[in-house]
């Protein structure tokens, strides 16, 4: 069955600094690939998410998250965060493994440290 | 746009009650999805509805269930509720359905079974 792992339950980072949320995915086909973001009682909003074409996507607020097939990784990364990026950040994965439903980590809670 | 709104926001019940929450999609989206979400199992996936049938189911016991009106408005029900369901019910929808299509998350319902 396909799953997707998110190995890290929380990761602090200081203001200013840059940061790398980690996803893996296990499945033997294509796939499409998502990031969510959950902000405190709220419920979640897309990020970004990779469909095909380039490896590299980007969102509008200076996250990118990189396709990897070979090491079936969609890991989440900002060169530099700012305190209203505290949040808890979902990844997602939809193939025809899952019927073409979204399978979701564990999500990753980022804390920002002044 | 008016985004997904659920009702209600919050909910109080107790064992072997019955609950239904309810959903309204964004105007024009056409399909719906309901998830739980909790602390212990993260999110998980219910069912989806397009077009008023069920497209398909997560692995939930039969008392929870769902159905899809043809202004595309969703209501779920969970019969003789036990305390393990007590959890946030995510309602989503999409223009269409699709592997790819973004979802569009409401605020949830927060159920307390005591």
């Known amino acids: 069955a396909q799953s997707v792992t998110q190995l890290d339950s929380q990761v602090p980072v200081f203001e200013e600094a840059p940061v790398e949320l980690r996803c893996n995915y296990s499945?033997?086909?294509?796939?499409?690939l998502f990031w969510y973001v959950q902000y405190p009682n709220q419920g979640l909003q897309l990020l970004l998410k990779?469909?095909?074409?380039s490896t590299l996507v980007e969102s509008i607020n200076g996250f990118e998250a990189e396709f990897n097939k070979s090491q079936t990784s969609f890991h989440l990364r900002k060169p530099s965060v700012h305190i209203s990026d505290t949040a808890e950040y979902f990844c997602?994965?939809?193939?025809?493994?899952?019927?073409?439903?979204?399978?979701w980590g564990a999500g990753t809670k980022l804390i920002i440290k002044p | 746009k008016a985004g997904v709104t659920q009702t209600p926001r919050y909910l109080i019940k107790t064992r072997g009650q019955q609950v239904t929450l309810s959903c309204s999609p964004i105007?024009?989206?056409?399909?719906v999805s309901w998830y739980q979400q909790t602390p212990g199992q993260g999110l998980q996936f219910l069912f989806e509805?397009?077009?008023?049938?069920?497209?398909n189911k997560g692995n939930f016991p039969g008392r929870f269930s769902g159905r899809q009106f043809s202004n595309s408005r969703s209501e779920m029900n969970v019969s003789t509720l036990e305390l393990g369901d007590s959890a946030l019910y995510l309602c989503?929808?999409?223009?269409?359905?699709?592997?790819?299509?973004?979802?569009?998350f409401g605020p949830g319902t927060r159920l307390l079974v005591l």
């Open positions: 989503a929808s999409s223009r269409i359905a699709g592997p790819e299509e973004t979802q569009y």
């Open positions: 105007s024009g989206h056409r399909s």
């Open positions: 509805y397009f077009s008023e049938t069920q497209r």
């Open positions: 499945s033997s086909v294509s796939v499409y």
């Open positions: 990779y469909l095909s074409g």
């Open positions: 997602a994965v939809s193939s025809m493994d899952s019927n073409y439903q979204l399978i």
